[in-house]
């Protein structure tokens, strides 16, 4: 590379330079305008320097060849091979070099030794000057052409033995020629390329400024920090928001996650782009993201309630558009776990106080019978009825308290007994049950799971032939609580979306219900357990909570 080369990059970088200092303070369609200028500024440089590198293959594949018959013909001349060795050579074969580098244009013809030593040259100065051989092969006998560097200057240089009748090497005739510059190769190119040059450079004048003029106008006039200013508002005021907030494309990928979306759906930034089906949201919310209730019905639209496995969320999800065509959906979300939390001990307690109307109602019309049994003067009859019932009360409570020794928990089971009796189903406890005094903040949670399952199971077997809840409770080994029903059984299909808020098995039930269901896995889940359901042997579901043995500590 020569200094003029060096001089070239220089320019370049600094009109590179230039260019990017241009663009600061300019607007956005003259910013695009330097920038497609720089690229066909380097578009150019690049067809130039592909032009300059395809004229150097093609120079040395020419000259090199014609290297090699120049110095054939010199190492064939009588003279050379006969007085290669004499003392006087370098005058003795002066004409001959001289010829060599007239017929051939050449810069330099020489005659060397067999160990590189300049016996001959066009360059008297040269003549005792030791040249490297380097990688020729005319030292072996063979012609050879390639590059070397002869006083500083790159050169192709074609080597071709003087050989005795014997084939043994007596000198080496060699011819070079230097590399032409870049510049020279280049306007070696013709004026073709020049034009197709100066076209495209017109070309991409143009096309730059059009494209420029339509960046401006798709961006409405708005300037490259005007853009940058509205975006990290935006980005500022979305991540801030304390409720969470998705958008999902018409496509159904992902194109909005704020932090506290990604909190509460338990996902990274990462899934923005990607389909809402594969970002590993929980399967209920996904099947709401990609729902149709987003109010375009003409009704505004409204929350629904959704538990995951962790979670309870409040969804609210409307259509998005953008001058006038849909683009998508957006959807805000709150984290209503510990309201669902409430609303479990609320229903706990709604069941108690449904539990002592019905005991209320039953020792009601037993006090009536006894009553009437009085009056009529029926005392025998009296004493009978009064031990029967207390026979009976006290089956039940011996039947549960000989097994669970939590009282709350207990208590709860006597209580469900008598509801589920009002309504006609047989409630019992399984006999190889077995329970310890649990901690008061377990015991209420497990109210809360068995409440909950009890009341499920009782609601889908009334009405079936011989309708019975059977309830099974271990702590041998962790918590595990089953309650298994003679309903109709809950559908392969439905057995993860029942424990969403809102879905239930049974038909009968407007607008559905099962947040009983999804507050037992809520509550499972903050334990560290599951749920599952399954079809009984003898038919209807069987429900299995399982809490792990850390959670299970005794009273």
Same mark, same amino acid.
């Given at each position: 590379?020569?200094?003029?080369?060096?001089?070239?990059?220089?320019?370049?970088?600094?009109?590179?330079?230039?260019?990017?200092?241009?663009?600061?303070?300019?607007?956005?369609?003259?910013?695009?305008?330097?920038?497609?200028?720089?690229?066909?500024?380097?578009?150019l440089?690049?067809?130039?320097?592909?032009?300059?590198?395809?004229?150097?293959?093609?120079?040395?594949?020419?000259?090199?060849?014609?290297?090699?018959?120049?110095?054939?013909?010199?190492?064939?001349?009588?003279?050379?091979?006969?007085?290669?060795?004499?003392?006087?050579?370098?005058?003795?074969?002066?004409?001959?070099?001289?010829?060599?580098?007239?017929?051939?244009?050449?810069?330099?013809?020489?005659?060397?030794?067999? %160990?590189?030593?300049?016996?001959?040259?066009?360059?008297?100065?040269?003549?005792?000057?030791?040249?490297?051989?380097?990688?020729?092969?005319?030292?072996?006998?063979?012609?050879?052409?390639?590059?070397?560097? &002869?006083?500083?200057?790159?050169?192709?240089?074609?080597?071709?033995?003087?050989?005795?009748?014997?084939?043994?090497?007596?000198?080496?005739?060699?011819?070079?020629?230097?590399?032409?510059?870049?510049?020279t190769?280049?306007?070696?190119?013709?004026?073709?390329?020049?034009?197709?040059?100066?076209?495209?450079?017109?070309?991409?004048?143009?096309?730059?400024?059009?494209?420029?003029?339509?960046?401006?106008?798709?961006?409405?006039?708005?300037?490259?920090t005007?853009?940058?200013?509205?975006?990290?508002?935006?980005?500022?005021?979305?991540?801030?928001?304390?409720?969470?907030?998705?958008?999902?494309?018409?496509?159904?990928?992902?194109?909005?996650?704020?932090?506290?979306?990604?909190?509460?759906?338990?996902?990274?930034?990462?899934?923005?782009?990607h389909?809402?089906?594969?970002?590993?949201? %929980?399967?209920?919310?996904?099947?709401?993201?990609?729902?149709?209730?987003?109010?375009?019905?003409?009704?505004?639209?409204?929350?629904?309630?959704i538990?995951?496995?962790?979670?309870?969320l409040?969804?609210?999800?409307?259509?998005?558009t953008?001058?006038?065509?849909?683009i998508?959906?957006?959807t805000?979300?709150?984290?209503?776990?510990?309201?669902?939390?409430?609303?479990?001990?609320?229903?706990?307690?709604?069941?108690?106080?449904?539990?002592?109307?019905?005991?209320?109602?039953?020792?009601?019309?037993?006090l009536?019978?006894?009553?009437?049994?009085?009056?009529?003067?029926?005392?025998?009859?009296?004493?009978?009825?009064?031990?029967?019932?207390?026979?009976?009360?006290?089956?039940?409570?011996?039947?549960v308290?000989?097994?669970?020794s939590?009282?709350?928990?207990?208590?709860?089971l006597?209580?469900?007994?008598?509801?589920?009796?009002?309504?006609?189903?047989?409630?019992?406890?399984?006999?190889?049950?077995?329970?310890?005094?649990?901690?008061?903040?377990?015991?209420?949670?497990?109210?809360?799971?068995?409440?909950?399952?009890?009341?499920?199971?009782?609601?889908?077997?009334?009405?079936?032939?011989?309708?019975?809840?059977?309830?099974? &409770?271990?702590?041998?080994?962790?918590?595990? &609580?089953?309650?298994?029903?003679s309903?109709?059984?809950?559908?392969?299909?439905?057995?993860?979306? &029942?424990?969403a808020?809102?879905?239930?098995?049974?038909?009968?039930v407007?607008?559905?219900?099962?947040?009983?269901?999804?507050?037992?896995?809520?509550?499972?889940?903050?334990?560290?357990?599951?749920?599952?359901?399954?079809?009984?042997?003898?038919?209807?579901?069987?429900?299995?909570?399982?809490?792990?043995?850390?959670?299970?500590s005794?009273?």
């Amino acid at each position: 590379m020569d200094a003029k080369e060096v001089l070239d990059i220089k320019n370049i970088s600094s009109a590179r330079s230039a260019v990017v200092g241009l663009l600061r303070g300019r607007s956005l369609a003259g910013q695009f305008l330097a920038f497609q200028l720089m690229v066909v500024a380097v578009v150019l440089i690049a067809v130039a320097a592909v032009s300059v590198a395809q004229s150097t293959s093609e120079f040395r594949e020419v000259r090199g060849q014609r290297m090699i018959a120049v110095a054939e013909n010199m190492a064939s001349a009588p003279i050379v091979r006969d007085r290669y060795a004499d003392p006087f050579a370098a005058r003795t074969l002066a004409a001959d070099v001289d010829r060599a580098v007239a017929l051939s244009g050449a810069s330099l013809a020489e005659i060397l030794g067999p %160990d590189g030593t300049v016996r001959a040259s066009s360059v008297p100065t040269r003549v005792g000057a030791q040249m490297d051989l380097g990688p020729s092969r005319a030292d072996e006998g063979r012609a050879w052409f390639g590059d070397a560097d &002869i006083d500083g200057i790159h050169s192709l240089v074609g080597q071709v033995p003087v050989l005795s009748s014997e084939g043994d090497v007596l000198a080496i005739a060699s011819v070079s020629e230097g590399y032409p510059s870049a510049w020279t190769l280049l306007g070696g190119a013709g004026e073709r390329l020049l034009v197709y040059l100066g076209l495209g450079a017109a070309l991409g004048l143009v096309a730059s400024w059009l494209l420029s003029r339509r960046i401006k106008r798709h961006t409405r006039g708005l300037e490259v920090t005007e853009i940058a200013s509205l975006a990290d508002h935006r980005e500022a005021l979305l991540h801030s928001i304390r409720e969470g907030v998705i958008g999902v494309s018409n496509d159904g990928d992902i194109t909005v996650l704020n932090d506290s979306a990604q909190d509460l759906l338990g996902v990274t930034g990462e899934a923005v782009g990607h389909p809402v089906s594969t970002a590993g949201i %929980d399967p209920a919310v996904v099947s709401f993201l990609v729902s149709d209730e987003d109010g375009r019905g003409g009704g505004p639209a409204q929350d629904t309630v959704i538990a995951t496995r962790t979670k309870v969320l409040a969804l609210s999800r409307r259509a998005a558009t953008s001058q006038g065509q849909r683009i998508g959906t957006v959807t805000t979300m709150r984290d209503s776990t510990e309201l669902a939390a409430l609303q479990g001990q609320l229903s706990s307690h709604k069941s108690v106080t449904d539990t002592l109307r019905a005991q209320t109602h039953e020792f009601a019309n037993q006090l009536h019978t006894i009553s009437g049994l009085v009056q009529l003067g029926e005392y025998d009859a009296v004493r009978d009825l009064v031990g029967t019932l207390t026979r009976r009360r006290a089956e039940i409570s011996d039947a549960v308290t000989q097994r669970i020794s939590d009282p709350a928990v207990a208590a709860l089971l006597i209580a469900k007994t008598s509801l589920a009796a009002e309504s006609g189903v047989a409630l019992t406890l399984d006999p190889a049950s077995h329970l310890t005094p649990l901690d008061p903040a377990l015991a209420t949670d497990v109210i809360t799971l068995l409440g909950n399952l009890i009341d499920n199971a009782v609601e889908v077997s009334v009405g079936s032939p011989d309708a019975r809840v059977t309830v099974a &409770i271990d702590d041998l080994d962790g918590l595990a &609580i089953s309650v298994l029903d003679s309903g109709p059984g809950v559908p392969e299909h439905l057995r993860e979306a &029942i424990f969403a808020r809102g879905v239930t098995s049974k038909p009968d039930v407007p607008g559905g219900r099962g947040i009983g269901l999804a507050l037992v896995r809520l509550v499972t889940a903050q334990h560290g357990g599951t749920v599952d359901v399954c079809d009984a042997p003898e038919g209807g579901a069987l429900f299995l909570v399982r809490l792990t043995p850390s959670v299970h500590s005794h009273a």
